[in-house]
């Protein structure tokens, strides 16, 4: 039996040491988590989730020998000094190849950092989902699927990602539990079955980015399964493990 | 045009300053406001929500010349020195009426004193979802529905309830606008529309009570529009409002 408990946001994540033991999957689908896979697996170093601009901006000036990337988004745009916005589509391998990104966004990173309590800490997206439900059965440790939300509100494609992880992990040999908020995420997926980009222009968040002229990013986010990395983040920075 | 937006668990109701303008209804369906409902409807004089069993004492105790019903839970359960648990077939006329109720619970309490910013604060549960649902209409003002949840987690049915009062705003001549909350729990809630007692039994609250012997609680508790009382926090109390 599998215990996965998911939570709608940020502030709802529990305290470290109720994540003591089990794993912990951060989901920020528009567009943090999706995000930082991409410049993962179009080759950057790492990415290293800062909460502030003000922070990343130190690391560089503390680093004068080193190139960083810095990407990331307040209110969804880009912020003044920064190379990149939050669009997936900005990480091209050309971009990011080899560097390090210092990243800051409004909801994921806080997530990430806030999640950094439990044993192990996973980036997921709709883009890494299955992959993601098959090292969470294989591992068979407890989980914690830590939706970023948006400023402390339930999201729409967060909770749909946390479901899909969670049907993926069906199977006739494996036993779910999960809390209230499981079941109703699982649901909302298996509604949405095969209509990810309906749902993402349903959720307040893409409304927003289809406003600001970014509905491309929306098409990106509701790919499914289209990598079977998935990030990892220990000791301050998210990266590829290498392969067992 | 209303906007309706919905929050899942105390922590995620906004600030004081975001709900000035707006009415809030508070929901803890298992079992605060069907409680705190039921007592006024047999003839409470008000019920005043406290924060701890020392609250509730100290009142007692600064007012000797007054009687007064204490009630409420912790961990489901009865507090040592109350007279009545938090189940609201215990609020029977003969043990509530005409008295003053002090009472605290684990999520409910907290839930109505933080909502407590808004305009107006209602209180709602299945018994009368549909009389509060017309009433936000016939207001019109925008609508903050707070979910008590449960030690700031989500509960099925208190989205449940929630996602009632947002069906029964739906209307050929209205338009509600609500939040990605919003559209999940009204989905919830028309998925188990004539079946809230499994809804209730299958969330993880019910589950608890049933296991505590409390299932007749589960039947009450999933009786839809039994009432068209709707009672008001106002100043410290909750009370029935003189009908208009």
Redesign the interface.
């Known amino acids: 039996m599998v215990r996965v408990d998911v939570?709608?946001?940020v502030?709802?994540i529990p305290e470290t040491a109720d994540l003591a033991g089990r794993t912990a999957v951060v989901i920020d689908v528009l567009r943090a988590t999706t995000t930082i896979t991409t410049a993962l697996a179009n080759g950057a170093d790492t990415v290293v989730p800062v909460l502030t601009p003000e922070e990343a901006f130190q690391i560089v000036r503390k680093n004068p020998e080193r190139r960083f990337v810095l990407g990331g988004e307040r209110k969804a745009v880009l912020i003044p000094g920064f190379d990149l916005g939050n669009s997936p589509l900005e990480y091209t391998p050309s971009r990011v190849g080899s560097l390090p990104v210092l990243f800051t966004t409004t909801n994921g990173t806080r997530a990430i950092r806030r999640a950094a309590g439990a044993d192990r800490v996973y980036i997921a997206s709709f883009l890494n989902a299955p992959a993601v439900a098959e090292a969470l059965l294989r591992e068979g440790r407890d989980v914690a699927i830590c939706c970023a939300g948006s400023h402390?509100?339930?999201?729409?494609e967060d909770?749909a990602c946390a479901g899909a992880i969670l049907d993926f992990m069906n199977g006739p040999n494996v036993l779910v539990k999960t809390?209230?908020?499981g079941?109703?995420v699982r649901?909302?997926y298996r509604?949405f079955e095969g209509r990810l980009s309906d749902l993402l222009h349903?959720?307040?968040h893409g409304q927003l980015l289809v406003k600001l002229g970014m509905q491309k990013d929306l098409a990106f986010c509701a790919q499914l399964g289209t990598t079977t990395l998935i990030p990892q983040y220990r000791e301050g920075q998210v990266v590829l493990p290498e392969p067992a």
């Open positions: 939570y709608p946001t502030i709802n402390d509100q339930f999201t729409l909770a809390n209230d908020m079941l109703v649901e909302l509604r349903l959720a307040e």
